[in-house]
Structures are given as structure tokens and as C-alpha cells.
């Protein structure tokens, strides 16, 4: 079997993240700083380990600022639902995932005002299109790190410049990024980062966070979610404080601790060790699909350019009977179909069939490419 | 018999940090459920010895722990 869908989710993990997680239940397994008691504590420890490493990784000063929710899509409703009010103007650009576009559309529905910037046919952005969308009341730029459907990176730093001059916020989107691409939120100047912990980061799925920048201002942000928080319990109000503001509820220990072995798991690897690993893989499959008649390789076509993520469509077939057969002939599992990013699909053209996108990870192996592209060619050929 | 002191914070990530830093700078102290006289939170405090009282909050104060209050148990 070759799994080449490690941008819906990374597999196989990690072994020490399995370890991580099966520990922390055995071994830390009360209710963090709800009850007091030694494993009460451990647990609260385990979750406070995570928020530290993770600060550390994206490189923000204070770990209360490290926001733990679900997944991204949760992360990005919090700043999205909380922050932005009717009459609030929005620019993001036309390569957004639904996690951003659904929320937004909602919200435009309710009087936001919405500026989609278009980007190139290749997925990427050029940022004097941002400048040109940007307003002085722009209140938030929501910008994806690299796509999901085309790889393509787009240029957050240049972008956090250019919306600095107006004074309008940068939430990016790292879902395909965190993990392979390194993030330094104060050098990049970003102030609401979204991430998934189980992608590039090799967690485990239902556990991701925002992280947010030492100098952005959280009272103007609602949560979007009240409830117990092991903290102030005397009061039926929310504490205005971090993290507990925004996270009620008991948290996803397992997930947490598991999330922070995959972290460093990486950082032991090296971020640029993964970067470069990915990138021979994806030269190898644009190379080879490039190579074979009738069929179309979405996004930039050079790995320098995108994250490990080769979209392609074909002449002849359907992508959901190519996807079929890869599985059920050669054990080469992809993903076929619009990604649940409709814009992104418009703007490379492969909207409403979508396409056959091939997700490569730090797992894979060169030969498994290249297996890969040879059952591709069979299949397109048969 | 040791005297204690204990210092109530805000958050539980605030009391972790805490101890994390005490605890390396070799302060002995022990996270424990809030006294009810202190407060009537279900959280946890940090537990210290009272002699240390002024190190302590010099240590919080110079990492810039936000720290609700300081008792003597």
C-alpha cells in the first residue's frame, strides 16, 4: 500500500506519538487542573509541556497565548466568529479551504464585507493584488499558508507587511503547512495562526490550536464557545484570561500529549531535513505525471514553489475512476474531488470535477513515487 | 514542622509555569487543590515554604507570572 493522502491526514504516526498518547491516559490521566490531585496535576502538566513546545515551534513568548481546540477549522472560527462584526471588511484570497470560506460567507450574510483577491491559475498571489483589495477600514486578512488542493505557498511574510501599513490583521491558515514549512510568527510578523495537529505536525486527528501573537489585543475577541475551565469557579462568567477564555470544557489530553511528541518528533528530525525529503518526492511526481500523455498537473509545477501536494487531472478519465482504480488495482490511495476548497478549484480551473491530488509525506520513499507514477501511467493508459 | 505559604493564580497554565520554574530554580513547592479558605475555586495553588516567601515572589515577579494572591496557610 502506498498512502499518498497525508494532506488530508498524515499516516502512518510516529511511534512515539502512539506512546504519547496511550501514556498520558495510563499514566496522567485525571482531569487537568480541575481536581488538584497528583494525576490531576500530571495531566495539567502534560497539557502545559504541549503549550510550551508549541510557543517554542511557532516562536511566540507566552504558552497562555497557544489556544488548544480540535483542529484548525475550529481555531479559525474562534478569530473569524469572535472578532469580526457586520460592516467589517475581510480580504482573502481565492484560494481558501471552506474552513475559512463557509464561516466568512455566513458572516457576509450577516453584513461582512467581503473582498476576495484572485489568485494566478497556478495558485499563486501576487501581494500588490492584496495591496490594491486593501482598505483603510480592512479589519482582517485571511490568507492560507500553502493550498491544500495545489500546493502552492503563498507569500504570508510580504503579505503581514502590506497589511501592517493599513493596520489590519493577518490570520493564516497552516493546516498544510505546520510542520514542513518553518513559521516564526514574529519574524513573519503573523497575529492569528491556525494550526491542525494532525498533518504535517504527526499528531493525532481531533486535537490543533491558535496560537496568538504576544502583542494582539484578545478583548476584542468573543469566544465562541463559554463553560467550565478548572478556574474562577466562584463566577458564572467567563474569565477574560488566557488561555481559559477560549478553551471550555474538558480538553483532548491523548491528543495533546500525542500532538507534542509529533512536534518533537520533527524537531529531533529537523524541519529542513522533512522540507528537503518532501521536495525530492514532489519533483519526482510532477517529473513523472508531466511525463504522461493527457494528463494536466495543477499548481506551479516546481516543489521550490508548493508544499508536497501534486494535483493533477486527465484527459480521458474521471478522477473519482482513476482514484477507484489507483486504490482497488495498484493499494495507491490519493484523495479525488474539489478538497472541500471550491475557490481554490475555480481558480485553477478543475471546478466542478475537481482532481486527483497526491499527497506524499515525511513517511514515503522515493520508490513509492515512482511506483505510484507507474500505476498513474496504467491506469490513465487502460 | 515547615510552614506553608501558597500563591493562588489566575490559570492552571500560570501554576504550571510556576512550578516549572521554582521547582528548576530549587524552590520546594507542590501544586495543590486551592484551600476553600482562600477561595472557593476547584483549581490548584502552588504550595511553598513560608521562609521562602520573598524569594518566591521575586522569582514570579521577575518571569512575570500573573499571580492572583499569596497566603499563609
Known amino acids: 500500500m502506498i498512502y499518498l493522502d497525508n494532506a488530508a491526514t498524515s499516516w502512518p504516526k510516529p511511534p512515539e506519538v502512539l506512546k504519547a498518547m496511550v501514556g498520558v491516559l495510563e499514566y496522567a490521566g485525571g482531569n487537568p487542573g480541575r481536581s488538584g490531585h497528583r494525576l490531576s496535576i500530571e495531566a495539567a502538566r502534560a497539557v502545559y509541556d504541549t503549550r510550551e513546545d508549541i510557543a517554542r515551534f511557532f516562536n511566540i513568548s507566552d504558552p497562555t497565548r497557544v489556544i488548544f481546540t480540535s483542529n484548525a477549522t475550529h481555531a479559525i472560527n474562534i478569530v473569524l466568529r469572535g472578532l469580526l462584526k457586520p460592516g467589517d471588511r475581510v480580504v482573502v484570497s481565492s484560494m481558501e479551504h471552506n474552513a475559512v470560506m463557509r464561516p466568512l460567507r455566513r458572516l457576509e450574510e450577516q453584513g461582512l464585507i467581503l473582498d476576495v483577491v484572485s489568485c494566478a491559475s497556478d495558485g499563486s498571489l501576487d501581494v500588490n493584488d492584496i495591496a490594491t483589495a486593501l482598505k483603510l477600514d480592512t479589519r482582517l486578512v485571511v490568507i492560507n499558508h500553502a493550498s491544500n488542493v495545489a500546493g502552492t505557498i503563498l507569500p504570508v511574510a510580504e503579505v503581514v507587511s502590506i497589511a501592517r501599513s493599513t493596520g489590519a490583521l493577518l490570520l493564516v491558515d497552516a493546516a498544510q503547512t505546520g510542520g514542513v514549512l518553518p513559521i516564526d510568527m514574529k519574524a513573519f510578523g503573523i497575529d492569528f495562526l491556525a494550526f491542525t495537529g494532525h498533518k504535517g505536525l504527526q499528531g493525532p486527528p481531533g486535537v490543533g490550536g491558535l496560537v496568538i501573537a504576544d502583542h494582539v489585543d484578545v478583548s476584542q475577541i468573543e469566544p465562541l464557545m463559554r463553560g467550565g475551565t478548572g478556574s474562577q469557579s466562584e463566577l458564572e462568567e467567563q474569565p477574560e484570561y488566557l488561555p481559559d477564555k477560549f478553551e471550555s470544557g474538558t480538553p483532548n489530553i491523548a491528543g495533546i500529549a500525542g500532538l507534542r511528541a509529533g512536534i518533537n518528533w520533527i524537531m529531533d528530525r529537523g524541519i529542513e531535513a522533512i522540507r528537503m525529503h518532501e521536495k525530492k518526492l514532489t519533483g519526482t511526481l510532477i517529473e513523472g505525471l508531466s511525463d504522461i500523455p493527457g494528463v494536466r498537473v495543477c499548481g506551479a509545477g516546481d516543489p521550490e514553489k508548493a508544499v508536497a501536494i501534486v494535483s493533477f487531472t486527465a484527459i480521458e478519465k474521471r478522477v473519482s475512476e482513476i482514484g477507484l482504480k489507483l486504490d482497488e488495482d495498484y493499494g495507491v490511495l490519493t484523495r479525488v474531488g474539489l478538497h472541500c476548497a471550491p475557490a481554490a478549484h475555480k481558480t485553477i480551473g478543475t471546478f466542478p470535477e475537481g482532481t486527483v491530488r497526491l499527497a506524499p509525506g515525511v513517511f514515503t520513499t522515493a520508490d513509492d513515487v515512482k511506483e505510484a507514477v507507474s500505476a498513474i501511467e496504467k491506469v490513465i493508459g487502460s | ?73
Open chain 2, 1 to 73: 514542622m515547615t510552614e506553608y505559604g501558597v500563591v493562588l493564580f489566575y490559570t492552571t497554565s500560570s501554576a504550571m509555569r510556576a512550578e516549572k520554574l521554582l521547582a528548576k530554580a530549587g524552590y520546594a513547592v507542590k501544586l495543590i487543590p486551592v484551600p476553600r479558605q482562600f477561595s472557593s475555586d476547584c483549581g490548584i495553588a502552588l504550595r511553598f515554604d513560608w521562609h521562602q516567601n520573598e524569594q518566591v515572589r521575586s522569582e514570579l515577579d521577575k518571569a512575570q507570572v500573573e499571580i492572583d494572591s499569596v497566603h499563609r496557610l
